[in-house]
């Protein structure tokens, strides 16, 4: 791929070029040339000066923009949902359901664009006022884990561009082709409305793209959505420039079922969260944490719910669970299994490998559920696979202990109708995590709500309530309307 256009990064031509696969069938879809780093330089100049005009743009004309984005979106949402689901491997209807979170993120960013609110202060000194307002950063770069190709990215870049900024996209080098279907979909909207090139941009390429974004001072924010690993590394880099960085990252999300749950609805709930993505949410159910008078009950209707899952071709939409992304996927399934059983841990349904001419990618897996001990080094470490593990309690503190005794803590959850075991939970002596649910599961937050986690998970938050504020700074304000300089601390200087 070669050329410019409006709202696309260069391209340059090189030797090196990045293989696009669907772990769908294995099959080639695409091979791309990745961004070098003259292009890249050329990439952010442009998006510096495409800056200069987009932030004198009133933001509800930034709005306006972002909800003829929507509309788009809205028209292609088909044809991007199928995209999504054949190179990242989610089923269908959640290939949907991504493409329908960016187009509520648009609806959210067009009112959010009427409301970027500062406040008003009183003054201790006559004839004053003072206020704050919030200005844009400048250039954004986002970069975008391969589990959600195009949502992700849309919550940073639809909040970045009404608050003013413009934005560089560095999507998975192992899901490209959706991240170059979105910038053909906007594309439109930015030539009709006569956007200057570099609001929105694109760059491709592995861990040095990334590298490039963090460790480059013209880029005011990094957004990086990834493990705990690269978050690290990206945090460092960002900081040793005193830039600002927003992080999410891994997840080792627990569900409490205590024995006041109603499992009619639990039961449900724990098996698309342990297995939605084939297990490859940041917020997918890890852990599940029972009390020992319900164990056997719970264990025996999970048991029964996993016999009814349908494993295939994520495209068919009768299939709730698709591949892993990629064979390196696959591995790190295996050796967890391993692991598991090292640990003293039992296999409740045994974790394995499908095979058969409707596998032939490889990367099939068999969501597992393992029984354990005690939450020993594998369960606290996040493997991005369909394995769920479950542990006992006797009180509700204990289980919150549980809950709490991972270093990630993005999303948990507690299926309860005891309102005391409730408001424990959600109490400052509850869950530790960004995101704390009552009768609903870890996955599925709605973009009205910051999203995001502490510990190891980052401590960023995107999508909704004040998350626009990350890509703002603040300016305090004072005006004095008159006719006297009081100076401060009462000091007085006559001249």
Known sequence: MSGTSTGVAFWHSTDRLIDSYSPVDGKLMAQIHPTTEDDYNKVVETAREAFLEWRTIPAPKRGEIVRQMGDQFRQYKKELGALVSYEMGKSLQEGLGEVQEIIDICDFAVGLSRQLYGLSMHSERPAHRMYEQWHPLGVVGIISAFNFPVAVWSWNAMIAWVCGNVCIWKPSEKTPMTALACQQIIKEVLEQ????????????????AGEWLATDERVALVSATGSTRM????AQAVSSRLGRY?????????????????????IP???FGAVGTAGQRCTT??????????????????VRAYGQLRIGNPLDEKVH??????????????????QIKEQGGRMLIDGDVLSGSEFESGCY?????????????????????????????????????????VPQGLSSAIFTLNLREAEQFLSVAGSDCGIANVNIGTSGAEIGGAFGGEKETGGGRESGSDAWKAYM???????????????????????
Not at 199 to 207: D, E, H
Not at 231 to 234: E, L, M, N, R, S
């Open 321 to 338: 669970v698709g591949p892993l992304i990629d064979k390196e996927a696959v591995q790190g399934y295996q050796k967890a299994i391993f």
């Open 193 to 208: 409305n006569e956007i200057p090139e570099g609001v929105s941009c694109l760059i491709t390429g592995g861990r040095e």
């Open 365 to 405: 897996v068999q969501p597992c559920i393992a029984e354990m001990p005690e939450q020993t080094a594998i369960v606290q470490h996040e493997t991005f696979a369909p394995i769920l593990y479950l542990l006992k309690y006797s009180t509700i503190e204990e289980a919150i202990a549980l809950q709490n005794g």
């Open 473 to 495: 700074r603040r300016q305090t304000n004072t005006i004095n309307y008159g006719t006297h300089l009081p100076l401060a601390q009462g000091i007085k200087f006559e001249l």
């Open 231 to 234: 978050g690290k590394a990206v």
């Open 285 to 302: 159910t890890r852990r599940l944490i029972i009390h020992d008078s319900i164990y056997d009950d719970v264990k025996t209707r999970l």
């Open 269 to 271: 709930a724990i098996v």
């Open 246 to 266: 927003l992080l999410e990252l891994g997840g080792n999300n627990a569900i409490i079922v205590t024995p006041h749950a109603d499992l009619n609805v639990a």
